[in-house]
């Protein structure tokens, strides 16, 4: 257990709609970042949040957006979803020297996305 | 950003010692060097961090020649429970820019 938590695990969905997965960190973990995996290709960084203000942007689309709260949760809202949406989305928290993160990230179980 | 190279698939047997490489030419003088390894269907998992030299754990170990332009991840007589992917990470510490960007990453599979 790395002591992150997403929800929803599964999540079945129709094209058009909108999603919101959550992300609990580690506690004291103040970094949160968010992976897209999709069947068989590597992970894809989308966005990473420390302490509540987004640090750094990879490919994310502009469908997507995220945002983390004062509780230091997380949340990534995919909207007007796409068949090629469907992934595993990984959320993963790291422990933070000075603002910079030690490199080891606590990776979540991650939420399944199908989209129909 | 630090970009790195793998090889994309390794096949190794039980009980053998598998080392695999990775390449980041571009490395910058505070980079991390960190590897991990994820099962199907799993988030990844931290194996080793190291900055030079040699790191090991109870796992692995971590070679970095001086130059630091790659990094070999040595798995001691490996189970057939080691077959996963294996990912290289550079880029943390203080020219980290918030941007943790995973290679391709090495599909390891251990036969028998």
């Known amino acids: 257990d790395s002591g992150v938590t997403q929800t929803p695990k599964h999540l079945i969905t129709a094209t058009g709609q909108r999603v919101t997965l959550r992300c609990s960190p580690r506690?004291?973990?103040?970094?949160v970042y968010w992976y897209q995996q999709s069947l068989d290709q590597g992970l894809q960084f989308l966005i990473h949040?420390?302490?509540?203000?987004?640090?750094a942007k990879g490919n994310i689309l502009e469908r997507f957006s995220a945002q983390q709260f004062p509780d230091l949760h997380s949340e990534l809202n995919l909207s007007s979803l796409e068949l090629g949406d469907s992934a595993l989305y990984f959320c993963?928290?790291?422990?933070?020297?000075?603002?910079?993160?030690?490199?080891?990230?606590?990776f979540g179980e991650g939420s399944r996305l199908t989209v129909l | 950003l630090a970009k790195t190279t793998q090889p994309i698939s390794m096949d190794s047997y039980e009980g053998q010692e598998v080392n695999i490489t990775c390449s980041h030419n571009?490395?910058?003088?505070?980079?991390?060097i960190t590897w991990y390894q994820q099962f199907p269907s799993q988030g990844p998992r931290f194996i080793i961090q190291?900055?030079?030299t040699k790191v090991t754990n109870e796992v692995a170990s971590l070679f970095i020649p001086a130059d630091r332009k790659s990094s070999t991840l040595s798995l001691p007589r490996v189970s057939l429970s080691d077959t996963a992917v294996y990912y290289c990470?550079?880029?943390?510490?203080?020219?980290?820019?918030?941007?943790?960007?995973f290679g391709q990453g090495t599909t390891l599979q251990v036969k028998p």
């Open positions: 571009n490395i910058a003088t505070n980079d991390y």
């Open positions: 506690s004291g973990d103040l970094s």
């Open positions: 990470l550079v880029g943390v510490g203080s020219s980290n820019t918030g941007k943790l960007i």
């Open positions: 949040y420390y302490n509540g203000e987004e640090r």
């Open positions: 190291g900055y030079k």
């Open positions: 993963a928290s790291s422990v933070t020297s000075g603002g910079a993160t030690t490199g080891e990230l606590f």
